[in-house]
């Protein structure tokens, strides 16, 4: 069965950096591309961006909403992919998924930027 | 960027009704469109890949269909544990781009 967990969300302050974390299981981790993908309260779901699998050199491609602030990466060893937010602002407010296959997602990790 | 223009926003419907909702793509997508359940709290669930395949466990009272820039999500017979927002996914080129959600009630 796939499994998704994100951690790490939480309050931080305008200009802030947050790493969130997705612990994966249930699927040979490798071979699939990974997505994060964050939903505002009440709003449609903001593609952010993937990391490609092993046979396509996990390369990263990123909406341009985000790009330049946020990085995507995976630690293979442990099934885990990462986000890292940097200059965080008030309309990243959302509650940020973690992805696979664009068919399993996590349950969700909610991040709030505000002073 | 493709923009997906979703509708209806909101939809009330019966119990047994068929309910359609529709995605309209700004540019041909080629059939590459998911469809998504989001129950309230919940996380988004696969309905449908790639246009018309529905995705194993769901019932088969959904359906796709579509071609180009014009896709619909049809439920063929409403059941309350239908209540939830759909919302479309268009995969064809980046950035991937989501419809604004079909908010669904039960009449």
């Known amino acids: 069965e796939v499994k998704l967990l994100e951690s790490g969300g939480g309050l931080v302050q305008p200009g802030g950096s947050m790493r969130l974390s997705c612990a994966a299981s249930g699927f040979t981790f490798t071979d699939f591309y990974m997505y994060w993908i964050r939903q505002p309260a009440g709003k449609a779901p903001e593609w952010l961006g993937f990391i490609r699998n092993k046979a396509n050199g996990y390369t990263t491609e990123y909406n341009p909403s985000v790009k330049g602030r946020f990085t995507i990466s995976r630690d293979n060893t442990q099934n885990m992919l990462y986000l890292q937010m940097n200059t965080l602002r008030a309309e990243d407010t959302a509650t940020y998924y973690c992805a696979t296959k664009l068919t399993y997602w996590g349950q969700g990790v909610m991040v709030t930027v505000s002073s | 960027d493709i923009q997906m223009t979703q509708s209806p926003s909101f939809l009330s419907a019966s119990v047994g009704d068929r309910v359609t909702i529709n995605c309209k793509a700004s540019q041909n997508i080629n059939k590459y469109l998911n469809w998504y359940q989001q129950k309230l709290g919940e996380a988004p669930k696969l309905l449908i890949y790639n246009t018309n395949n529905l995705q194993t466990g769901i019932p088969s009272r959904f359906s796709g269909s579509g071609s180009g820039t014009d896709y619909t999500l049809t439920i063929s017979s409403l059941q309350p544990e239908d209540v939830a927002t759909y919302f479309c996914?268009?995969?064809?080129?980046?950035?991937?781009?989501f419809g604004s959600g079909t908010k669904l009630e039960i009449k």
């Open positions: 996914l268009q995969h064809s080129s980046r950035p991937l781009t």
